[in-house]
Structure formats: C-alpha cells, structure tokens
C-alpha cells in the first residue's frame, strides 16, 4: 500500500489534525513520500526513532543533502519536541514534503478541538483530519479529549456513546463554527468489518451534513487502507 498516493498527498507543506493516529500517519506516509520529507510540529511531538534531529534551518540543510527524511523541533521538557525557532514557513523550501504535526489529544482517539486548536501554520497547503475508530461507541467521557466540548456541541450527555453519526455531528458543528477546516479525512484503527461499517457510516453522515471531503478508512499499523 502506497498510503502517500491513497490520501493524494501534494508536495509543499501537510498538517495533520484530530486524534487516534497522527503520528502514526506521519512516520507512514514519510515512509511512502519520494524525495525529502520534514517531520515537525506546531505543536508538541516525540522525536521518531532512528531519523536525525535537526533544530534549526543550518541543521536541516546540513543533513537533508544525505537523508530522505529529518525530524526538525526545539527540545523541551519530558523529551519532547516544539516548533522549531525557524518557524515551518522556513522549512517549507528545504524540502520536497514538511508533515506538521498540528495538534494534540492526549493519546485519546476522539477529540473536541478547543478554541487555540488547531495549530495549523498559515504555509499548509493540504489539511488531514484523523479520527480513530477505537472510540466508536465508548462513552464520550472515556474516548473524546475535551468531552465539555464535545458534549456542548452535539447536546449529549457524557455516558453517551461516540457514534458515528455524533462523531460527524460535532465534525459538523467544528467546520461550521470555523473550527476546524480539512481536505481528507482518514479514520484509523480501522482493524475489523465492525470498524469499517463505522467509518463508512460516519463518511455517509458527513455528506449528509454537507461535508464532502473524501474519507480514507486505514489500519496504519496493518498497512491497509481504501478510499470511502
């Protein structure tokens, strides 16, 4: 599987948003990118394993000559990486690809974007939205980062489950409130014929609320993935 060529990955600059599997996604589709690929954040990320670290613009150009991929951030605490001082509009020339990681959701696989999130730079040219399928039918209060919010947005109560059709409810009322904006969606974790009937009912449920951004359904841990 070529995921890079499945989500019509262009050139230039990619942010990845939402929950259940950005990272997982950058490191795939750095994998599967020709030429050299940036893996940085706007946010917050750990460093991938075996790729070099570069934390600012002379790094990039000294090591990207003799790498396919570089990981660019400024260390902080816990081990983990920020933007880097040069800012993503400085990396965007050094490379064939630069993936964002542009946001957060405490390792859960539904998230509530507050009102700073998402932190998409102003240089993106394509937007990915994950959403992992794990959390379909958990209580919102156990699968959705930010529940307040997620509840506030669709009038749930907290014990709820995350349905599809309330999972594309509160995508809706985001991309209405100005929120959230992407290009594709990629639902993940989507590892059985019970979470590929979810993810195809939540694309339907998209289009019926007039969101008609093509949806991906993946197992990026298996290598799997298809077009909805």
């Known amino acids: 599987m070529n995921l890079a060529r499945v989500m019509h990955i262009s050139g230039g600059v990619t942010a990845v948003i939402g929950s259940g599997g ?3 996604l950058l490191s795939a589709l750095a994998g599967n990118l020709s030429g050299t690929v940036i893996l940085t954040t706007s946010t917050h990320i750990l460093p991938f394993p075996n790729l070099p670290l570069a934390s600012n613009e002379a790094q990039v150009k000294a090591l990207i000559g003799a790498n396919h991929i570089v990981c660019v951030g400024a260390p ?3 081990g983990k990486l920020a933007e880097p001082a040069c800012g993503i ?3 965007a020339p050094l490379a064939d690809h ?3 990681e542009a946001d957060g959701s405490h390792h859960l696989p539904l998230k509530a974007h ?3 999130e998402p932190v998409v730079p102003a240089s993106t040219n394509q937007t990915i939205l994950v959403v992992g399928a794990s959390g379909f039918g958990q209580p919102v209060k156990k ?3 930010r529940p307040e919010l997620f509840c506030k947005r669709t009038g749930c109560l907290p014990t709820d489950p995350a349905g599809p059709r309330l999972v594309a409810r509160e995508l809706a009322a ?3 409130e100005g929120r959230i904006a992407f290009d594709r969606l990629l639902v993940n974790q989507v590892d059985d014929e019970h979470a590929l009937a979810d993810a195809t009912a939540l694309a339907h449920e998209l289009a019926r609320l007039g969101i008609c951004q093509p949806v991906v ?4 841990r298996s290598g799997w993935a298809q077009q909805l």
């Open 89 to 91: 509009p400085t990396l």
């Open 114 to 116: 507050a009102e700073w």
């Open 98 to 100: 630069v993936l964002v």
């Open 143 to 145: 699968a959705v980062h």
């Open 174 to 176: 985001e991309v209405g």
């Open 76 to 78: 902080v605490a816990n």
């Open 22 to 24: 950005k990272t997982t």
């Open 217 to 220: 359904a993946a197992s990026l």
